[in-house]
Every structure is written in structure tokens, then in C-alpha cells.
């Protein structure tokens, strides 16, 4: 599509195509808003781009993105120590942060185990994981990833690694939506809601 | 059930059309090229998500559109509903029932039934068991749309797993060659050693995967297996009058692979049911699974591809004692596909969510079959609530299947009758 443009117009269409939920014709239209925007503007979303590259960082302890060394989570006094939180990508913490309902820690791995994309255990952040849990303090570790193919394989690999080391090792449950309805659900999503059904208190 | 009404847009060739269908046997009569295949496998479309001709979405766009639309207006019992897809190229699926859009495509599946007989389906006998495979596991979505994603799952980790067995083979291979060249530095190669220890640790991942989804699916196809087993075996009788009895069973790659079953203690009939009854059992076929790879690990490794599992599996087809696959004769292969086909039929329609008989589709089939077998199939499928068949010449229609007739020419569609 960006062939029907010339020169800057093209390689802006292309550099945003690359973009993830961009296709062609998102990309069209956003080089066209682009363009037709005030200098300041542009120049601001440029400097933004830049700058998110030049101050973000990795959290040097659990790879959230962080602006010093280490991350606002990692640096606050108030939280559990004796609780991490594995997920997959740093906007898995965002969102459970929002649910404010875990004080404890956070450990990125920044992906899921994927053969097809080359990604084993070593290019995960376990390793850093087994060192933060070396000395003891953490008494629970909480499985977050994914609920899908991948997610669930790196959840199991986690749980054998972590298995003989003699602390909780937890996944968070599959269910229903909160204020659903249950009729809306899917078949799986019903059959995992089935499978880890818990007793009430009467 | 019956399609009563059916609209397409730039749906293969058609720019737009809109059809009546009546109940009963329709026949659209016309030269070969003119689109009598694309009314048909549209509404074949609607039944199984996907095309009886092609694997992939894109050749159903007419070319340069950006979207077809098929729509029909379906009677189940008393009941009307509308059932619309939307197939874009290059992005998802969307559908509509009743004119409400659905969440997930999945849930406007099951809505449309039908069981299509085509040309290809010679390979159902004659073909690779990815075929047969194929013709079990679309079936099996048909009854439990459930395991459509259980079959999803289930490639993407075969998927996963074989890239993981390739890349961690390709190492051990790599090593092997270094270790040669340099018999007597040791200590070289750690690297390439580290990598494939990398691997092989996530391996076990990967195998509780593949066992747990492929497990499901095993135990499903069986049990789909022993269900259609009796309608196969009259079906057949029916089509072909011919002397002995057609007989089906799953063969599964993890039962094949056991050490210790001698192939000729599974020939035994009491053998082979036990067997078949153990498969039925998903925690069984789970454990088996487990162990078969652990067993098959280092060959697994060096070729570089997943030994068990639902993928290797088949389903076999004997005819009076003979495989039908090499021994049976063309017409009595035919008559074998068309046994498939119509025990399909008669599954679906006793199975209770489906809301009566699919719609029976027939392209291009008659032409195929002499004229014994033809009259048999007409006789058979005539008392379907709805037929649609396609013919090149209005002659190869049999007379037991006269009803209304369109006449396609060029992407006009006519009723004349």
C-alpha cells in the first residue's frame, strides 16, 4: 500500500505498519493525521518516542520497566516480601496492580517458553528467579502467565523447577467473569470455572 | 433442517445473488465454470467452518473484494433463524445470528448442519490418514463444538513440541560433528551441549502437554469411531448390495507403539475391543502417552518429529477381512466414501442439538458413480428433509431425486422448475 506514496510519506507508512494491531490502512491513516497535525504536536510525539527509549529501563531486580535502577515496586518499603508474582510482561503488573489486591513482589520473565519464536527458560528471566529466591524470604510464589498454550507450559515448568524448593508454588485460577453472566461463558472457560470449584463457608 | 433462503456477496464468483430454496431435493444444473460448486459450498461453509475445497479462507473472497458475505435463512423445526458470516481476507471471522453479532465465530457454528458428498472424497479411502483425520475430527466439532478448541490446542502444541525436538536434534547432531573433528579436545562443545540441555528441560513440559489435549482427542475420536461403526456398516450394506461387511477402527499410534503388544495379539476381535476400550479413557490414553515418549525420546530427537499422538493416528477400514485401502476396486472405494458420508449424516441428524436432518449436499457426485450405485444413493438420500445437488448435465440427476431445478449459466442462477 505505501508504494502509492512518496518518499517520507512511504517510510512513515512503513516504519508504522510495523506497529502491533497497525495494518496498512491504520498505518495510512495515522501518517495522514500525522501530517496534517500542528509542528508542536509531531515534534512532541517525537520527543516522547525518543525519550521513552533514552529513560526506561528494566528493573534490575524483577525486569519490570522502571526509570532508575531499579523499579517503583521493588524500591517500595510497604510491600510483602514474601510473596512474588511471576508473569509474563510488564503490562501483566499493570494489571494486577490495579486490582490492588497482591502487597507482595513482582518477577517479569518478559515472554512465555515458545519453540516456534526460539524462546526456552534461558531466555527468560528464571534464572534472576531462582536468585531472589535463594536466601529464604519468599515463602510463596504466585504463577501468572497466561492462560493458553504457552502460558500453561511455562507455568508447568515453573512449578517443576520451583517444586523441590520447598515453598508454595500457586497458579492463579481460571474462571468466571465478576458480574457476568454465567450463560455468556464459554465451554472452557466453564469446564476450568467446574474444575477448581471451592467449598463455601456456610 | 432446511436453508430456506440464501444470500452471497462476493462470495467466490458471485457478486451478489439471492436464491429461494425450496425443502426437499433442489438440483442446480449447469456447464462446469459457471459457479454451481460456490452455491453449495457456501452453505457448507456455514455447516463446518470451513470449505470442503480449500484449506484456507482467501480463495472464498471474490478477487479484489475485500470481504464475502454468506447468509441464510435456516428452519429448524418451526423455527427460523438467520445466520450471517462475514469472511475477510487476511483478518477474523465475524458472524451474526439473528442479526446480533456473536462474540466468538464458534458460536454460530452448529447452527447450519450438513454433510457434503464431493469428488474428493475418493481420498477418504484412497487418501492419507490425514484425511480420515480430518473427516473424524470435523465431525467431531460438528457434535462437540467444544473440542474445536481442544483440537486448536492440540496442533499448537504438536506444533511447539516438534520445533522444540527439531531445534534440540539439530544441536545433538551439531555436537556429535564437533566431538568428531576434535575427538581429543575435550571440553569443546559445552555450549552446544548447554543448549540442548536447555531444551531438553522444557521438553518434559512439552510432553505433559501433548498428552493431556491429545488425550481428549484420542478419547473423543474412539468414541466417535464406535458410534458411527454401526450406521458405517449399513450404510454400506445399503450402497452396495456387495458381500461382506465394512468394518472401521481407530488405529492409534500410542497403542502401536507399545513394546509389548505383539502385532498379532491385537488380530484377536476380543483383543482388539479391550484395547478399543482403554482408549476411551482419557487418563489411560494420558499415561501411555507419557510413557510412549519417554520411551521414543532419543529416536524422537534424532529425527526431529513427534512420534504418538492423535496426529499419527488413522482410522482403518476393512472390508469383509481386506483393507479396503489397495485391495477394494474403484467402484467398491467409492462405495466405502459414500458409506462415510451417509453414517455421518445418520449421526448428525440423531444426535439431539442438531435440530433435525443436516442439509444433505451432493456436488458433482453422480457423475462419478455408475449407474447402479447411483440409483442405491438416490434412494437413500431422497427422503432428506433438504437435498442440494449440483450436475453438469441435468442427465446424471437421477430420476429418484426430481424436484426443483436452477439453471447456472455464467453466475446467473435461474429457477426453471
Not at chain 2, 305 to 325: E, F, I, T, Y
Amino acid at each position: 500500500m505505501s508504494t502509492a506514496y512518496e518518499g517520507a510519506v512511504a517510510d512513515l507508512i512503513a516504519e508504522l505498519g510495523q506497529l502491533p494491531g497497525v495494518g496498512p490502512k491504520g498505518a495510512q491513516r495515522i501518517a495522514f493525521h500525522v501530517l496534517a497535525s500542528d509542528t508542536a504536536d509531531v515534534a512532541r510525539l517525537a520527543e516522547a518516542l525518543i525519550q521513552v527509549k533514552a529513560r526506561v529501563r528494566f528493573c534490575v531486580v524483577c525486569g519490570n520497566v522502571a526509570e532508575a535502577e531499579k523499579c517503583r515496586i521493588c524500591v517500595d518499603e510497604r510491600r510483602n516480601d514474601t510473596q512474588i508474582c511471576v508473569v509474563e510482561e510488564p503490562r501483566d503488573v499493570v494489571a494486577i496492580e490495579r486490582t490492588r489486591e497482591f502487597r507482595g513482589r513482582y518477577h517479569v520473565l518478559g515472554g512465555a517458553i515458545n519453540p516456534i519464536n526460539g524462546i526456552g527458560p534461558d531466555e527468560l528471566r528464571i534464572r534472576e528467579l531462582m536468585t531472589r529466591l535463594a536466601d529464604g524470604t519468599v515463602t510463596e510464589v504466585i504463577i501468572a502467565t497466561d492462560p493458553n498454550v504457552e502460558g500453561e507450559a511455562t507455568a508447568s515448568y515453573l512449578s517443576r523447577l520451583l517444586g523441590s524448593m520447598g515453598l508454595a508454588v500457586t497458579r492463579l485460577a481460571s474462571g468466571l467473569p465478576v458480574g457476568g453472566d454465567l450463560e455468556y461463558a464459554d465451554e472452557i472457560t466453564l469446564g476450568r470455572a467446574f474444575e477448581g470449584r471451592v467449598t463455601m463457608r456456610a | 433442517m432446511h436453508v430456506s433462503d440464501l444470500a452471497l456477496t462476493d462470495f467466490r464468483s458471485y457478486p451478489e445473488v439471492v436464491l429461494a430454496i425450496p425443502a426437499g431435493i433442489t438440483a442446480f444444473v449447469g456447464p462446469n465454470g459457471q459457479g454451481k460448486t460456490n452455491l453449495v459450498e457456501s452453505i457448507g461453509y456455514l455447516g463446518a467452518f470451513s470449505s470442503h475445497r480449500v484449506s484456507s479462507d482467501a480463495p472464498l473472497v471474490r478477487q479484489g473484494c475485500e470481504r464475502a458475505v454468506i447468509r441464510a435463512r435456516v428452519q429448524r423445526g418451526d423455527r427460523p433463524s438467520v445466520v450471517e458470516l462475514e469472511l475477510n481476507a487476511g483478518r477474523a471471522n465475524k458472524a451474526r445470528v439473528d442479526r446480533a453479532p456473536v462474540p466468538r465465530i464458534r458460536d454460530a457454528a452448529g447452527i447450519v448442519r450438513s454433510v457434503v458428498f464431493a469428488p474428493e472424497d475418493l481420498a477418504l479411502v484412497k487418501g492419507d490418514p490425514d484425511v480420515r483425520r480430518r473427516f473424524l475430527d470435523d465431525l467431531l466439532v460438528q457434535l462437540t463444538p467444544r473440542l474445536a478448541s481442544v483440537r486448536s490446542d492440540y496442533d499448537r502444541v504438536l506444533k511447539q513440541r516438534t520445533t522444540l525436538l527439531k531445534s534440540a536434534g539439530a544441536v545433538r547432531g551439531g555436537r556429535r560433528a564437533v566431538s568428531a573433528a576434535a575427538e581429543e579436545e575435550s571440553g569443546g562443545g559445552t555450549s552446544a551441549g548447554g543448549a540442548r540441555s536447555a531444551a531438553l528441560r522444557t521438553l518434559d513440559v512439552w510432553d505433559a502437554q501433548l498428552a493431556a489435549t491429545g488425550s481428549q482427542l484420542i478419547a473423543a475420536r474412539v468414541d466417535l469411531v464406535r458410534r458411527l461403526r454401526p450406521h458405517l456398516a449399513s450404510a454400506y450394506e445399503q450402497v452396495s448390495s456387495a458381500q461382506g461387511e465394512l468394518a472401521v477402527t481407530y488405529r492409534a499410534s500410542v497403542t502401536q507403539a507399545r513394546p509389548d503388544d505383539a502385532p498379532d495379539a491385537l488380530d484377536s476381535p476380543s483383543a482388539a475391543a479391550d484395547a478399543e476400550e482403554e482408549l476411551l479413557r482419557p487418563d489411560v490414553v494420558e499415561a501411555r502417552l507419557l510413557e510412549a515418549m519417554s520411551r521414543l525420546r532419543p529416536k524422537e530427537l534424532e529425527r526431529g518429529v513427534s512420534l504418538v499422538g492423535p496426529h499419527r493416528d488413522d482410522a482403518d477400514l476393512v472390508l469383509g477381512g481386506m483393507p479396503v485401502k489397495g485391495y477394494a476396486s474403484h467402484g467398491e472405494s467409492w462405495s466405502v466414501a459414500l458409506a462415510m458420508r451417509l453414517a455421518s449424516f445418520e449421526l448428525l441428524r440423531g444426535d439431539d442439538w442438531g435440530g433435525g436432518d443436516p442439509v444433505l449436499i451432493l456436488d458433482d457426485v453422480f457423475a462419478e458413480l455408475d449407474g447402479r450405485r447411483r440409483a442405491r444413493l438416490a434412494a437413500l438420500v431422497a427422503p432428506a428433509e433438504q437435498v442440494l445437488l449440483t450436475s453438469a448435465v441435468a442427465e446424471d440427476v437421477p430420476a429418484e431425486l426430481d424436484g426443483a431445478r436452477f439453471d447456472v449459466m455464467a453466475g446467473e442462477v435461474t429457477r426453471v422448475r
